[in-house]
Every structure is written in structure tokens, then in C-alpha cells.
């Protein structure tokens, strides 16, 4: 029994005798264990079932709302002298929604990510400021609604407008921007810039060269989700923009008139005004305008990743 203590115990004895006794067998051919496969056929269940209702998802939309779609109902205004349903005006507020919010919130959002990973001090206040921030990205959009109208819409005289709709929707997506962004930088790896400080690079010059182009993946990805959150608001809408579906007059003017997003429109043709048909057509348009704006993001983010390989 001494003996064999001692066998276990001697690091020489491990390293030369028991070791050597175990077939040394790679990683990925180690014979497979009854639970692994288990575990192996519930993660495939998983994957498959949620592939598989997605597909059934857009399926079904694609099937109701594909013969709603007309040149008419894409082009032109709801009119109840003519008869007409037209969603134009939704989709021209929701591209200016999209855009003002991003506008604002992408510059803020990832600001505020490179000054917490790469300048503030580790410590409380930003362990503060992060939890705060994970807060904020919970609370309901009900609340932001209220909040974007007794602020921008009362206190700044904004009133229902697609500005004070983008401005909420600002505070909304900016706990979004502000941690993904964050994480996407926190992968960099360390030796990046201790190597680009190391040759005499100043840190904001080591952050837009090295660190930005390095984590930039992560922060398309940051802004994809934002827009699958602009996009899909409309409680904080109605609070905020209204429900106007008049056409713009100006380009920058129409911004501070009320307008009704595609989401808005869809929530008053199937809940106030009980026409499923039309909703899933408006439903079907607004996928297809969340994909060409992901793909546009996709696409201008690969070029800027070639541009910055090349330089």
C-alpha cells in the first residue's frame, strides 16, 4: 500500500510509467462515450427544429403576403377616397428612421465602447457603467416610448416626429452598440498594442489602424442587431412618430413631421383594423427591406476590411 502511494505521488513515476501505460489517443478519435452522443442528437434536435420553424415562418408569410404585392400597393399612399392600399409612405419613414438612428447612435455607441475598453480606468465606475448599460437594454420599449415623448416630443417641442422617433429609438439601441462593440474589441488580442506601442505608434493611431479594422466584424455585427431592433419597434413609435402615411415633401424637412413605420402600419391593419391579408403583405416587404439593409451593412463592411488590409 506504501508503494504504491509512492508510485502515485513520484512526479517521475507519473511522467514515466503510468503515463507512458495510456495509449496515447488524439482528441478527436477518443472513444465516444453513450452521453456524448446524447447530448450530440439534442444539440442537432435543437439547431434543426429552430431552422426548421423559421423556414415555416417565412413560408407562411411569404405564401399570405405574396398576393397582396402589387406595383400599386408598393408605390403609392392609403387612400380611402380612392380605394387604395398603399404602404409607400411606411417604407420611406422607416428607411429615415433607420438612418437618422444609426447616424446618431453608431458614432456615440462605439465611442463610448473604445473609451471604456481602451482609456477608462479598470475599476467600479466602469463595472458601474457596463451593468448599467446591460440594464438599460432590458427595460421595455413601452417606457421608452412614454420617456421619447414627455422628453424630445413636450420638453424639446419636437412633437410626433420621425426625429423624436429616431431619438428614442437612440437610447434604445445604444446599450446594444456600446457592449458588442465593447466585446468585439476585448478580443483583440493583447499583443496587438503592446506591439504597436512598442514601435513608437501613438494609442489613438494603434486604436483606428490596428484595433478598429481588428474588431470591425463584431461591430457590423453590433449594427445589424441595431437595425433588427429599429426595425422591429413600434410600441416606442407610436408614442413618439404617430401614425401620419403622408409623403415626404423635403428631404430634411420631412424628418420632423409625424410618420408611421412599416411595423406601425403592419399593428394598425391587423389590430385596429382586422386586415391579416394586408399585414402579412406589409410583413413580407418588411423582410425583405431588414435583408437588402443587412446585406448593404455586409457588403460595405468587406470593402472596408479589404481597403484597410490593403493600407
Not at 478527436?28 to 452522443?37: F, I, L, S
Not at 458614432?107 to 477608462?120: D, M, R, T
Not at 428614442?168 to 468585439?184: D, G, N, S
Not at 479594422?213 to 437595425?227: D, Y
Request: charged share 10%; proline share 4%; with cysteine.
Amino acid at each position: 500500500m506504501t508503494n504504491n502511494a509512492v508510485e502515485v505521488s513520484s512526479p517521475g513515476r507519473v511522467a514515466s510509467g503510468l503515463v507512458s501505460s495510456v495509449p496515447a489517443l488524439s482528441i478527436h478519435r477518443r472513444k465516444r462515450r453513450p452521453g456524448d452522443a446524447v447530448l450530440l442528437g439534442l444539440i442537432v434536435l435543437c439547431a434543426g427544429l429552430t431552422v426548421l420553424i423559421l423556414a415555416a415562418m417565412l413560408v407562411y408569410i411569404v405564401l399570405k403576403g405574396l398576393p397582396q404585392i402589387s406595383w400599386t400597393f408598393l408605390s403609392s399612399k392609403p387612400s380611402v377616397l380612392n380605394g387604395t392600399i398603399g404602404i409607400l409612405p411606411s417604407i420611406i419613414n422607416t428607411l429615415y428612421i433607420v438612418v437618422i438612428t444609426l447616424l446618431i447612435v453608431t458614432p456615440i455607441g462605439v465611442g463610448a465602447a473604445i473609451y471604456l475598453n481602451e482609456y477608462a480606468k479598470k475599476g467600479k465606475l466602469v463595472k458601474i457603467i457596463e451593468f448599467t448599460t446591460e440594464t438599460l437594454s432590458g427595460i421595455p420599449s413601452i417606457i421608452y416610448g412614454l420617456f421619447g415623448a414627455v422628453f424630445f416630443g413636450v420638453s424639446l417641442h419636437l412633437g410626433y416626429s420621425i426625429l423624436t422617433g429616431a431619438l428614442t429609438l437612440t437610447l434604445m439601441t445604444l446599450p446594444i452598440i456600446v457592449r458588442t462593440t465593447q466585446e468585439a474589441l476585448k478580443t483583440v488580442p493583447e499583443s496587438y498594442r503592446e506591439g504597436a506601442l512598442g514601435i513608437g505608434a501613438t494609442k489613438w493611431y494603434m486604436i483606428r489602424t490596428i484595433i478598429l479594422p481588428s474588431s470591425l466584424p463584431g461591430i457590423v455585427t453590433a449594427v445589424i442587431l441595431s437595425i433588427g431592433r429599429i426595425v422591429a419597434e413600434s410600441a416606442a413609435l407610436i408614442f413618439t412618430a404617430g401614425i401620419a402615411t403622408n409623403l415626404p415633401t423635403g428631404l430634411f424637412s420631412h424628418a420632423l413631421k409625424s410618420g408611421s413605420t412599416l411595423t406601425v402600419e403592419l399593428y394598425q391593419y391587423a389590430a385596429n383594423r382586422g386586415d391579416n391579408n394586408t399585414a402579412f403583405g406589409i410583413a413580407l416587404v418588411l423582410i425583405v427591406v431588414v435583408l437588402i439593409i443587412n446585406l448593404s451593412t455586409k457588403l460595405v463592411s468587406s470593402r472596408l476590411q479589404k481597403k484597410t488590409k490593403r493600407d
